[in-house]
């Protein structure tokens, strides 16, 4: 991979040179490295982003920075989306009752809870987001859930840096030692 370039392998030429499926694709093998970490930036940096604008309304009232907020969240909820179906896709290939899903079970538990606070936010900010001024209910709201967004990170970390998830040390068509082989 020269010059910035980053190659997509249209055919797994670990598998005979067959399409990719659309697990794989999801997974983001044709692209030689998982899916999942690509998307999990935007809904941390858009909740943290909205929990600091609100908290700075209440300094300097700004509607702008309420109605950025409100933007964010629904930018975090899309992002959400696409983590749901890359998180679920990598957890349903985990062995069951393998230390990676249950450590993968309270990743996915908190980061549902917290997404149902920030949601419960959007929802609630929703008709009011040109308001001057933040509610106190949403910065309570969104701090509870950035904890729980924390808690949630924490256990992902686990996965990767001490679980080595979905981390190859091997060739690449070697498989991790807690995933089923594809189907």
Known sequence: ?????????????DAGGRPWTFKEWVQGKPLGHPSHPLFVHFPI????????????TR????????????FLLVGAAAATVI?????????WGMVRGSSKRRIATRHLLLQVTAFVFFFTTLVLRFPDRT??????????LEAIGYVVLSAGQYFG????????????????GAREPDERPAV
């Open 157 to 172: 970390g686990v996965l990767v840096y001490e679980k080595a998830m979905r981390v190859r040390t091997g060739s690449p």
């Open 45 to 56: 940096a858009f909740y943290t982003a909205t929990l600091v604008f609100d908290i700075m």
């Open 131 to 140: 308001v001057p001024e933040a509610e106190t209910l949403w910065i309570v």
């Open 1 to 13: 991979m020269e010059g910035g370039e980053m190659p997509i392998n249209l055919r797994n030429v």
């Open 83 to 91: 983590l749901l179906i890359t998180g679920l896709t990598d957890w």
């Open 59 to 70: 300094i300097e009232p700004n509607p702008g920075l309420v109605q950025a907020g409100t």
